[in-house]
């Protein structure tokens, strides 16, 4: 499924890997994007030198920076996806959300960050509601975003 051309794969729901339908791509990357005070609160020095370098392009980031990579994903502050490289290993690469948007093309128009983020959390409520669930959006009881760095 995550090689469907109408499925995003990115940790969307707690957290969590979330298959996301085209259909949701906008709100998503409106999101992603908006690098609000949740996202960049408290992020490592780790996260702040590697989210600069995805903003300057792709990035294969080393096995060394795995919890800086995870702070990024978690805080929907990039895409990353996983492939194997021609020797067979896993490999991740890490774009910023406009990065992406170019490459896919056909993601729609711009969300403001503040109609994205009500558009996935109604969506997720509606789930939440259906499926009897507790997903939460990113953002929302966040400690990750609330925790302070300590070196």
């Known amino acids: 499924m995550e090689h469907h051309p109408d499925v995003l794969m990115t940790k969307l729901i707690s957290g969590k890997v979330t298959f996301v339908h085209r259909d949701l791509w906008p709100p998503v990357v409106g999101f992603g994007r908006a690098r609000e005070p949740w996202q960049m609160r408290n992020l490592w020095p780790e996260g702040?030198?590697?989210?600069?370098?995805?903003?300057?392009?792709?990035?294969?980031?080393?096995?060394?920076?795995?919890?800086?990579?995870?702070?990024?994903?978690?805080?929907?502050?990039?895409?990353?996806?996983?492939?194997?490289?021609?020797?067979?290993?896993?490999?991740?690469?890490?774009?910023?959300?406009?990065?992406?948007?170019?490459?896919?093309?056909?993601v729609g128009g711009p969300i403001p960050a503040e109609r994205a983020r009500l558009l996935l959390e109604d969506v997720v409520s509606s789930l939440n509601r259906r499926f009897n669930g507790s997903g939460v959006c990113p953002g929302r009881n966040d400690p990750a975003a609330d925790r302070e760095y300590i070196p």
């Open 48 to 106: 702040r030198k590697l989210l600069a370098q995805v903003d300057r392009g792709p990035t294969e980031p080393s096995r060394g920076v795995s919890k800086a990579v995870a702070e990024l994903e978690i805080r929907l502050l990039v895409f990353s996806e996983q492939f194997h490289s021609e020797s067979g290993a896993h490999v991740r690469r890490l774009e910023s959300w406009d990065h992406w948007s170019s490459r896919i093309g056909e």
